[in-house]
């Protein structure tokens, strides 16, 4: 098996170009501007493409891969959406923060779906905007099914290059074997292709009548993005009294997630305006 930079070096770089003009039509709709690609297996196998060499040879002189919280077992995580800043990991705030200061991305968000490669276990699918792209956020939502979609068609058009990749994979033992096997647990928002209750929205709209107004107008600036300090700002009370109307409206909802993924919940199931 290949090391971090040799792979880097064969695949993400030579490669770029073609994933790159795979991503192009995308990464232009939603205001884009990086993506990447990468398999696990739970036994240490690891591959990764990306639309952008000088990031992934960042990644790489960096040891930011030291930091990745992705690159642990598949028993950390299971198939879903996730918004990489709600993980909690302390090691990951460091992890992007060095991406953004170097490359203005921001907004990072990632899809996690079964492989279909028997030797590796699932596959991650990765988007990032710029910083001043907050509607992105709005997109990850509202158009979850597209980037689905997308992640299918990179599945099939760039079956070539994935399929080289995973041929000559990373060792993930040889560079840190008791991270790879004790990596925290990755929170997921529900995946698309897991079955819900149908009546799931019908008791969020019953459970949204004990609403007050300020508590749902607050909860329509937490899905479109926004901090409490900033939906303070805007509905003009102090950042503190916004937090406690979310709070307040959470409890009331009764949705067992972290804020993120109540956010892509309602927006799952298209109850931004309803709530």
Aim: charged share 25%; net charge neutral.
């Amino acid at each position: 098996m290949a090391d971090m930079v040799t792979h880097v070096e064969r695949y993400t770089c030579s490669s770029h170009k073609k994933i790159a003009q795979l991503f192009e039509p995308f990464q232009r709709k939603f205001g884009l501007n990086f993506f990447n690609y990468h398999a696990i297996s739970s036994d240490g196998k690891y591959t990764a493409l990306t639309s952008r060499p000088d990031v992934s040879e960042h990644y790489v002189t960096k040891k930011l891969y030291l930091l990745d919280p992705l690159l642990v077992h598949p028993k950390h995580f299971g198939e879903g959406a996730f918004f990489y800043h709600s993980l909690g990991h302390e090691a990951l705030l460091k992890f992007f923060s060095s991406f953004q200061k170097n490359f203005e991305m921001d907004y990072p968000f990632g899809l996690v779906m079964k492989s279909s490669n028997p030797e590796y276990e699932f596959e991650f699918f990765g988007f990032t905007a710029a910083t001043q792209n907050s509607t992105v956020l709005n997109s990850y939502v509202n158009e979850l099914s597209a980037f689905y979609k997308f992640c299918n068609y990179f599945r099939s058009e760039g079956a070539s290059l994935i399929k080289q990749a995973h041929n000559d994979p990373i060792d993930l033992l040889a560079i840190d074997k008791s991270r790879f096997f004790q990596g925290l647990p990755i929170e997921l928002c529900p995946s698309k292709e897991k079955k819900k209750d149908p009546s799931e929205k019908d008791v969020l709209l019953t459970r949204s009548k004990d609403l007050s107004d300020r508590e749902r107008i607050c909860l329509r600036w937490m899905v479109a993005g926004k901090t409490a300090f900033e939906i303070g700002i805007i509905l003009g009370i102090s950042g503190r009294t916004a937090e406690k109307h979310i709070e307040n409206a959470l409890k009331k909802l009764d949705i067992p997630l972290n804020r993120t993924g109540a956010a892509f919940l309602l927006g799952k199931y298209q109850l931004i305006d309803e709530v």
